[in-house]
């Protein structure tokens, strides 16, 4: 390091690798105490730090030399203390973007040490972390709600997160949020309350500025999400949720008329239950009136996890007034029909199907792509 100039991005990534703490890793895991590090090191704008290593010791030698940090991602807790990612954090001079992941110890400390960044940062991703611990700190976010000019917010697959907890997200306003995904696992045994109201209160808040929506959980659990979306953020361009009943259906129809900017559709129904939906042949039901109100900027349109009949993707095809580039969506026991059904379908409007490609499901439903011109 004493011939390096300076590093401007620095992994130190062990999560595909089985870590021995007396082998050669460690070394490498140190290379922040190496001769001359601190000066190639100052200029750092992108830290990456994942696997099972010796964090704190990594963090506590950079907080004196890297202060330039922009973007930073951390993941797997391994420390039960984690107070020298916090000061890391605080010691910087205009931290962009923060990423932690699968993470419990020390977690509100962390989240709260963002408001020393409330003038810089624009990007927080949580995923995979564990909220338990702090069903009763309710101002675990107060850090957060300091930074007004957030632009993407992604909180996904973390565990025990309520609504007590997330209220302050809520209750908060900020003005340039384009992007929220969002998932949730609650304990069942532990009787703890879905951030629904909280959720409803962050979209609310958003309204026209929110463009990107990803919301991969049970919607049971979040009544009239869907609706709020197409109520208050008509100019949402991508849109991902899991639709598992007829309800959740009306309120997926009723955003396809109220944003009429979308790009991008997503739908998951991987958990579908025939006894509320019914077979493939009851599904073509209101696949066609999905077509009808598909809005022409809509350039990609995925289904995972709900099949229909060629005939009902034929009627969805003759209703569809929309030049879609991709389309993905499962199919019954065999492609051969429906993609007799595409390349009529392409013949009438003079389009080119470029190729399609087929993936297996579970059962006798594959999944097929296919790309138009």
């Not at 922040?32 to 099972?52: D, I």
């Not at 039960?80 to 923060?98: A, H, M, N, T, W």
């Not at 696992?185 to 909280?198: F, G, R, V």
């Not at 996890?305 to 993905?328: A, E, H, Q, Y």
Request: with cysteine; hydrophobic share 35%; aromatic share 10%.
């Amino acid at each position: 390091m004493l011939k390096c100039n300076k590093i401007d991005y620095l992994s130190l990534d062990t999560k595909s690798i089985r870590y021995d703490p007396n082998g050669y890793l460690v070394e490498c895991m140190t290379l922040t105490n190496f001769p001359g590090a601190s000066h190639c090191l100052a200029p750092l704008k992108k830290f990456v730090s994942r696997g099972l290593h010796d964090k704190d010791g990594i963090f506590g030698s950079m907080i004196q030399c890297c202060r330039n940090i922009d973007e930073m991602i951390i993941e797997d807790n391994d420390s039960p203390k984690s107070e020298s990612l916090v000061d890391l954090i605080k010691s910087q001079r205009k931290l962009r973007k923060f990423t932690i992941g699968k993470w419990y110890e020390c977690l509100s400390k962390i989240l709260k040490s963002l408001g020393d960044q409330w003038n810089s940062l624009i990007y927080v991703e949580i995923h995979g972390c564990h909220f338990d611990n702090y069903c009763d700190d309710f101002s675990i976010f107060d850090g957060l709600i300091c930074c007004k000019n957030l632009e993407t917010l992604k909180i996904e697959d973390c565990y025990d997160l309520t609504n007590n907890i997330m209220k302050p997200l809520g209750t908060t306003i900020f003005p340039k949020l384009h992007t929220l995904y969002f998932s949730n696992y609650i304990i069942i045994e532990n009787n703890l309350d879905h951030p629904h109201l909280s959720l409803i209160a962050i979209i609310q808040n958003s309204n026209s500025t929110l463009r990107n929506v990803r919301l991969n959980m049970d919607l049971v659990n979040y009544p009239d999400i869907i609706s709020t979306c197409a109520t208050y953020c008509p100019n949402i361009t991508y849109y991902k949720a899991r639709i598992q009943n007829r309800t959740e259906m009306d309120q997926l129809l009723q955003l396809l008329k109220s944003c009429t900017q979308l790009e991008q559709l997503v739908i998951t129904a991987e958990k579908w239950n025939y006894s509320d939906i019914g077979l493939p042949w009851e599904i073509d039901l209101f696949f066609p009136e999905i077509g009808k109100l598909l809005p022409k900027t809509l350039k990609y349109f995925d289904i995972d996890g709900w099949s229909c009949t060629p005939l009902g993707l034929s009627n969805f095809l003759k209703n569809c007034n929309v030049d879609i580039k991709r389309m993905s969506w499962m199919c019954y026991i065999s492609s051969a029909d429906y993609l007799d059904v595409i390349e009529k379908y392409a013949k009438l409007k003079g389009r080119k199907v470029n190729g399609h490609t087929e993936k297996r499901e579970w059962g006798l439903n594959l999944t097929l792509i296919v790309d138009f011109d």
